[in-house]
């Protein structure tokens, strides 16, 4: 039917197609753009904090906001210090993988953060 079309990366559905500039999946629903059929990060991108400095691995970052955990009733407070982190193509915006004290591993989205 669509021999030039990939198929879905979420489900691996056959019969995709094109809707203006996306790919669709008529099973599953999923949309994506055909630039990003390959599935990994171009080789020039840098994940940025939250003022702009360029992220590593291993890096020391610190919390800039206030964040809400999900199972907890403390918050992750303003000021702490994430150590050793990972740069990661996380759910959705989530690109560091990290172990905060008190509350275990987790994945962070780099606006919230911010190099020491």
């Not at 008529?26 to 360029?54: F, L, M, Q, R, Y």
């Not at 994430?82 to 959705?92: D, T, Y």
């Not at 275990?104 to 780099?110: A, D, H, T, Y």
Request: proline share 7%; net charge negative; with cysteine.
């Amino acid at each position: 039917m669509n021999e030039t079309l990939p198929p879905c990366p979420e489900c691996a559905s056959e019969y995709t197609y094109e809707m203006g500039a996306l790919l669709v999946c008529p099973e599953c629903a999923h949309e994506w753009s055909p630039a990003a059929d390959t599935g990994e990060e171009p080789a020039d991108a840098t994940i940025k904090d939250a003022v702009g400095n360029i992220l590593a691995d291993g890096d020391t970052v610190t919390v800039i906001k206030d964040l809400k955990v999900k199972g907890s009733s403390a918050p992750i407070k303003v000021g702490t210090k994430v150590r050793g982190i990972r740069l990661v193509n996380g759910v959705g915006d989530h690109d560091i993988d990290c172990k905060v004290d008190g509350f275990g591993p987790m994945q962070l989205k780099s606006s919230v953060v911010k190099t020491i």
